[in-house]
């Protein structure tokens, strides 16, 4: 069974550019998230999806930032354009409701570490 | 709002010696959930164990317990027999069952010295 599978792993750009993550959640998942993670502010929520519909984006940092499901099977990234600030490790996580309901632990993809210089 | 707090930001334990890692939370809902995660240095993020707030005892996976005392609103994660590969940060995590929400801790850094 494949897991959460998150692409490019590394990403280095320009100031300025636009940069686009992806993310493949396991089969059969419907809830998807991304998660920013950098050693000043942690782990933080940027947004999640529950059967590919955005639930809560409160946490995307500014209007440069904007995600998309367009099935249950994919989800984007994007930053554009793309600042020094925005240099993190992104990961996507997915979940399901199946065995313990909402308590079903979410399942982590390898992260992408985005490098904007 | 939901809010979840790990007080440590980095711990040392010897080798074979039990460890305790704090996490409080903070939520106005009866339903939630709470999990451990690790992360070693590798990056990965791996799932360690889980809580509902309706569960009557305290959860255990292996070395793992978590010492859950919902009046205290506390979730503490206790390794048991730390060993070398226990070195990772770790982070407690809360989700509302209302939203699905899943927030994290800061984290604590957790050394085990030979």
């Known amino acids: 069974d494949a897991g959460v599978i998150q692409s490019p792993r590394h990403e280095v750009t320009e100031m300025g550019q636009e940069v686009t993550l992806r993310c493949k959640p396991i089969?059969?998942?419907?809830?998807l998230f991304w998660y920013r993670q950098t050693m000043m502010r942690g782990l933080e929520l940027l947004i999640y999806?529950?059967?590919?519909?955005?639930?809560?984006d409160s946490g995307m940092p500014e209007d440069r930032f904007s995600a998309k499901m367009p099935n249950a099977s994919f989800s984007t990234l994007k930053i554009q354009p793309s600042e020094p600030r925005d240099s993190a490790v992104y990961f996507c996580?997915?979940?399901?409701?199946?065995?313990?309901?909402?308590?079903?632990?979410?399942?982590f993809g390898n992260g992408t570490r985005l490098t904007v210089t | 709002a939901q809010k979840i707090t790990q007080t440590q930001p980095g711990m040392f334990v010897q080798e074979k010696e039990a460890v305790t890692l704090d996490c409080t939370y903070d939520?106005?809902?009866?339903?939630?959930?709470l999990f451990w995660y690790k992360q070693p240095s590798s990056g990965e993020m791996i799932f360690l164990i889980y809580?509902?707030?309706?569960?009557?005892q305290n959860a255990t996976e292996g070395r793992y317990s978590l010492n859950f005392q919902k009046a205290r609103k506390s979730a503490n994660l206790v390794i048991s027999a730390s060993q070398l590969g226990d070195s990772a940060m770790y982070f407690c995590?809360?989700?509302?069952?209302?939203?699905?929400?899943?927030?994290f801790g800061q984290g604590t850094t957790l050394q085990v010295k030979p």
């Open positions: 996580a997915s979940s399901t409701r199946r065995d313990r309901g909402l308590g079903s632990p979410l399942h």
């Open positions: 089969s059969g998942h419907d809830y």
């Open positions: 999806f529950n059967n590919n519909v955005p639930i809560d």
């Open positions: 939520t106005s809902d009866p339903s939630y959930g």
């Open positions: 809580q509902g707030s309706y569960d009557q």
């Open positions: 995590a809360m989700r509302d069952f209302n939203t699905g929400k899943l927030i």
